[in-house]
């Protein structure tokens, strides 16, 4: 599978660097390794979701529990999440990092992927939710880091983008 395992090791560490026990998601293809990795782990909690909706409210209930979460989740769960994001964690304001493989990017093969893809940055623009690019293995430690901090501190949500360049392997 084409999927790096070296960088989604990587990710895996940060989150729990960052404190993260709780993980939740779908199955997608490049987060197959995350999930893999957080199934394995008995220090950490995966709860597997119906759709990336409920995650929301995986993470919510994790923050008012005093545990630390994330979501990982495709830009097209991002989409469906919007409801949650807004009358949820924006709302009542609840710290929520997402990990959302950037499907629909330059590069992309599927084309099913292109739309979603092509609308990710510009949604999260419109919710005001703060996002960086994951793109290369040197910065990804730093920006989990950053992105856990700023959602703490300002009770809100955050999103990291998986990209093409860190999560494929040619």
């Not at 995350?34 to 979701?49: C, G, H, K, S």
């Not at 919510?60 to 469906?80: I, P, R, T, V």
């Amino acid at each position: 599978m084409p999927v790096s395992i070296t960088s989604s090791q990587l990710i895996y560490d940060s989150l729990k660097a960052c404190g993260i026990t709780i993980l939740s998601a779908l199955p997608e293809t490049w987060l197959v390794h995350l999930i893999r990795m957080a199934e394995e782990d008995p220090a950490m909690t995966l709860v597997r979701l119906a759709k990336e909706e409920e995650g929301v409210g995986i993470s919510a209930g994790a923050h008012l529990a005093g545990a630390k979460s994330a979501m990982l989740m495709q830009n097209h769960g991002l989409l469906q999440s919007i409801n949650g994001i807004v009358s949820l964690t924006r709302l009542y304001r609840i710290p929520l990092l997402m990990l959302i493989s950037y499907r629909g990017e330059f590069g992309e093969r599927d084309p099913w992927q292109t739309e979603g893809g092509g609308v990710t940055e510009a949604v999260l623009q419109t919710l005001a939710v703060p996002f960086a690019r994951l793109d290369e293995p040197g910065h990804v430690a730093a920006r989990i880091h950053k992105a856990q901090t700023l959602a703490d501190s300002s009770l809100k949500p955050v999103a990291l983008l998986l990209c093409r360049d860190l999560m494929w392997e040619e």
